[in-house]
């Protein structure tokens, strides 16, 4: 941290937040700055009168200040490579930084790691690093030596941050390699024994949705001598695992021509080129208006619906509908796995509107499981903001 660090002064009241140890500072808050400090810049937080609170990345959107430490101490090499370590330690005790049937895992967590603005996924030997905040961006080497440092396998960090950093802040943001290189774009790494291609370069987030590998496990479980949809399906990864799991029959749709594509060739590298697997480039949600009712296992997995608060009422207008009309379609001693990742929606509206959407289908259905992201994916009891993965298997009556 710089000696001379601007300022911020909290309104009077306005702290209780920090002393919880909540991790943002949002703008309403701020009385005033004392200093000019740049976006993404280190910057000090105080009380109205003077009480140092936290330190943490400068930037000109609502949340202020993403804090990084509450404690009067420098953000240097050594506190990034603790910070890291910090996080891989976890890692290895959840059995993810070597095992061979699970090659890739997320290492940092954003604010469940204590560094709000930053995820890392490890894919076999690489590191991709997206960036949410302009001072993280900022920090990229610093990130990447530390990542090094602490991840002694690791032959290359790749940032893919240039969709993550907030615009409109005047800084160019170009993806590129921080440190090694790899050739190949697409990649093969395994989750629970399954192979998957993965192209951190050019794919979805970091390349795959690691969030759901628990998830997808549950639906392995459930898939034997069922007729399985898979909405939303990008790389297929449902899709692999009820295959997996003995179903007769698997359909995987997304939007996304190349997406089906890959879904396709994610079943043939486990399956090989006759497993009872379709695929269908097509508006999910329009699919599901007339979907095939021999389907006794649906996976309705969609992207975030609501980004930010200002429209989780049209979001959850959206989660009810498509859940309805899944729903209509689906006899008795069928299961339906259903998700939310929009932070902005709660577990309590997640499942009031999907229960809604069992009452407009005319059906009765029981709550299996309450799902939500794995442990690599934690969340800091600070910030309950963070539990963002949300999910529901219903049985149908």
């Known amino acids: 941290m710089r000696d001379m660090a601007a300022r911020v ?19 309403g808050a701020i009385q005033t700055i004392q200093g000019v400090p740049s976006e993404g810049d280190v910057v000090e937080v105080y009380t109205f009168d003077g009480q140092f609170l936290a330190a ?22 050594s506190w990034w490579k603790q910070r890291i370590e910090s996080a891989f330690q976890v890692r290895k005790l959840l059995g993810l930084t070597d095992c061979e049937e699970t090659t890739c895992y997320r290492l940092v967590h954003g604010e469940g790691d204590n560094l709000s603005g930053l995820i890392v996924d490890v894919y076999g030997q690489t590191a991709v690093v997206q960036c949410h905040s302009v001072g993280m961006y900022r920090s990229r080497q610093e990130i990447a030596r530390a990542l ?13 941050s240039s969709q993550t950093v907030p615009r409109n802040r005047n800084i160019a943001v170009q993806d590129g390699y921080l440190f090694g290189n790899v050739d190949n774009k697409e990649n093969i790494v395994m989750e629970n024994g399954h192979k998957f291609l993965v192209n951190w370069e050019e794919g979805q987030k970091t390349g795959f949705f690691i969030d759901q590998r628990f998830n997808r496990s549950l639906v392995e479980r459930y898939a034997k001598g069922r007729h399985v949809l898979n909405t939303f399906c990008y790389t297929g990864g449902f899709s692999v695992c009820a295959l997996a799991g003995g179903a007769k029959s698997v ?19 486990n399956f090989g080129p006759d497993a009872p697997h379709e695929t269908v480039a097509a508006d999910a949600v329009e699919y599901l208006k007339t979907m095939d009712e021999k389907y006794d296992l649906v996976i309705l997995d969609p992207p ?11 979001a959850l207008q959206g989660y009810k509908r ?18 939310s990742c ?30 939500t992201q794995p442990t690599d994916h934690p969340i800091n009891i600070y910030h309950p903001e963070g539990e963002y993965l949300k999910g529901l298997v219903l049985y149908v009556e």
């Not at 002064?9 to 703008?27: D, Y």
């Not at 359909?251 to 590298?269: F, K, M, Q």
């Not at 309590?348 to 799902?371: N, P, S, Y």
Request: glycine share 6%; net charge positive; with cysteine.
């Open 9 to 27: 002064i909290l309104k009077k009241g306005k702290e209780q937040s920090l002393l919880r140890f909540h991790p943002w500072v949002f703008s």
């Open 56 to 77: 943490g990345h400068y930037e000109s959107g609502s949340i202020a200040v993403r804090v990084l430490t509450f404690t009067r101490e420098p953000i240097d090499a």
């Open 148 to 160: 090094t440092a602490v991840c002694t396998g690791l032959t290359a960090v790749y940032d893919k």
């Open 251 to 269: 359909c995987s749709i997304d939007a996304s021509e190349s997406a089906v594509a890959l879904a396709a060739r994610n079943v043939t590298l």
């Open 304 to 314: 975030a619906f609501a980004k930010h608060h200002r429209i989780t009422d049209q």
């Open 322 to 339: 498509i859940n309805a009309r899944a729903l209509s379609k689906m006899g008795s001693g069928s299961i339906l796995f259903t998700f």
């Open 342 to 371: 929009s932070q902005a929606i709660s577990k309590e509206q997640f499942r009031t509107v999907v229960f809604t959407a069992a009452a407009i289908a005319g059906k009765r259905v029981r709550i299996l499981h309450q799902l």
